[in-house]
């Protein structure tokens, strides 16, 4: 395997916890056993990484991001809003004064001089392993802070979470490592956004979240990538939700000229219920790769995943889901459906629906469509007076907002929509507002 240029830079000054060291140098040793992933390796053989393991990255530095928080800010709508730039806490810039009690959201740092050390030594690093997933080792080895959220037993969080992590790059490429921390006790109720934009030169940004919910919560979890186009954007996300809790995941990538994203939900409690919705939107020569499992380690759990692809240009995207089913999880149900458009016939899409069962009472399906517009519907549009790139741009909203509706954190929704309008030449104002309705393809 080819290991990633030597990244060097200075420490944070703030104090940290001793252990930290430990954690650090164990992903260390095993970054310099395996180092980072080459195409010859099946789970990374369709996603060329040369341009990130040939560019020499620094420890982003400090930097102005006054303008690129201020365009991105949740504002009033957010509930909390921690900023993060270049992988540093942003106070002047983040909201962090609210009344509900329970909750918990601060730095990983300040969290552990506070009380919360031995949750966060219990969770921090367990459940993103640095054995399986090279750029969580990488990421593990650089630790020195991050975002945390601790809400306690039946706390109900009425308003968005927002994490905002922006990069900034530099003359030099730059590389920083956000990590997010996430525990929920029983009986929560909460909205969580990540935001990861950036600006400038080539740089990299890889992040690392875990989430842990204990029982009968209900929890709704959405990502918005949106990268500087010259950037690179790497995220391991694992989950682990218990007995009748409910996990909702929303992920949109836009930005990034190579993007890689590995998900994995554990159903750990009998009655766990998961959703995975994922849209990619990208033109170019932009490469996105989206890696998911849903991993079903215990009995009487439904789940549903819907991931779809707008590939415009050259652009090129990959989907490998995994449904693995262990021999105790009788009376799974779970479903899962890729479905790509292309927009050119230059534009590649490789899809990989895979299922691992284990067990004998199961409903488990999966399938994968990918094709350019159906020219019926094209026909039907012009038919009635509608131009023919105004066709392919309207059919094209509304693929994708067959996951945009389901997106209830409306900054998020806003934000998807309004980037596709502009990309294809629509009103500003176009919204799908059937923000309930759902098919068969995904249940929300």
Known sequence: MTQLADITGDRMTTPEPSWFEIVRDN??????????????????????????????????????????????????????ELVFVNGRFVPELSKTNHTIRGLTVGTLVEASANGHESLIRAHLGKYASIDRHPFACLNTAHLTDGAYVHI????????????????????????CHPRVLVVCEDQVQATLVESYVG??????????????????????????????????????????????????????????????????????????YAT???????????????????????????SHELYKHVLMDRASAVFKGQIHVHQVAQKTNAKQSSKSLLLSDQASMNSMPALEIYA????????????????????????????????RHLLTYAFAADITRRIRVEPVRRRVEDYMAAQHGLPQDLRINDLGAFDDDVIR
């Open 360 to 391: 004998d009472d199961v409903k488990c399906t999966h399938g994968s469509t990918t094709g350019p517009i159906e020219e019926d519907l094209i026909f039907y549009l012009r038919s009635r007076g509608v131009g023919l790139e105004a066709a």
């Open 276 to 302: 995975l919705n994922g849209l990619v939107l990208i033109q170019g020569q932009q490469h996105c790769d989206n890696h998911t499992l849903l991993d079903h380690a215990a009995p009487d759990c439904p």
């Open 199 to 272: 600006a400038g030169s080539r740089y990299l940004t890889n992040t690392v979240t875990e989430m842990i919910c204990g029982n009968d919560c209900t929890i709704d979890h959405c990502k918005l990538q949106q990268e500087s186009e010259d950037g690179f954007h790497t995220a391991v996300m694992q989950v682990e939700i218990g007995q009748q809790t409910q996990f909702v995941s929303h992920a949109i990538s836009i930005g990034a000229k190579i993007s890689r994203n590995d998900l994995g939900v554990k159903l750990a409690g009998r009655g766990a």
């Open 27 to 80: 992903a260390r040793q095993q970054h310099q056993k395996v180092g980072l992933p080459t195409g010859k390796e099946e789970q990374w053989r369709f996603t060329q990484i040369g341009p990130v393991l040939r560019t020499s990255f620094s420890l982003a530095g400090d930097s102005d991001p006054q303008e690129l928080a201020t365009q991105n800010t949740f504002g009033n709508q957010a509930l909390v």
């Open 152 to 175: 306690a037993r039946s706390t109900t969080v009425s308003a968005p979470i927002h994490l905002l992590f922006v990069t900034v790059g530099e003359e030099q490429p730059v590389a």
